[in-house]
């Protein structure tokens, strides 16, 4: 806020409500974030990938995805805010499920699935541990389920 030069009341005077800046953050976090994935083919889904799945993702020094940070939050929000995290996650996991072919076992959508999930959940579980071994374990095996389901 300061860097834009604006007083907490005047940036808040911009929100009708509290719930109206949480849903706004979350769509705008979305918004960039499907961006990156927008422009990413199959190795810029890799590298995304890799660098979500990281200590420094998880410690917040990146972009925030909502999905991962807001996952617990939203569980506890009112049907709006929880309306706009379902558009979210089921635009990520369209984004990732055109980028992915069909293989015997599953579907382009089963394996975006699993994908968004090991992702998110990685994150979140990563997020939630006061163990930075444990954390970083949930991170690289987050990583490898998700790289062989790009490219089985």
Do not use: W
């Amino acid at each position: 806020m300061q860097d834009a030069g604006l007083t907490r009341g005047a940036f808040y005077h911009h929100f009708a409500s509290k719930k109206e800046l949480y849903n706004e953050a979350l769509r705008n976090a979305a918004r960039a974030g499907g961006a990156l994935l927008e422009r990413a083919g199959t190795e810029g889904l890799r590298q995304m990938v890799k660098s979500y799945l990281r200590m420094d993702h998880r410690d917040g020094s990146q972009m925030h995805c909502p999905l991962a940070f807001m996952v617990n939050d939203a569980a506890r929000q009112d049907e709006i805010i929880r309306d706009s995290y379902t558009r979210i996650l089921t635009a990520f996991v369209a984004r990732l499920e055109s980028r992915l072919a069909a293989t015997a076992a599953m579907t382009p959508r089963q394996r975006a699935l699993q994908i968004a999930v090991a992702m998110i959940g990685g994150v979140a579980l990563a997020r939630a541990v006061d163990d930075d071994r444990l954390a970083e374990e949930i991170l690289v095996a987050s990583q490898a389920g998700c790289l062989q389901l790009i490219e089985p």
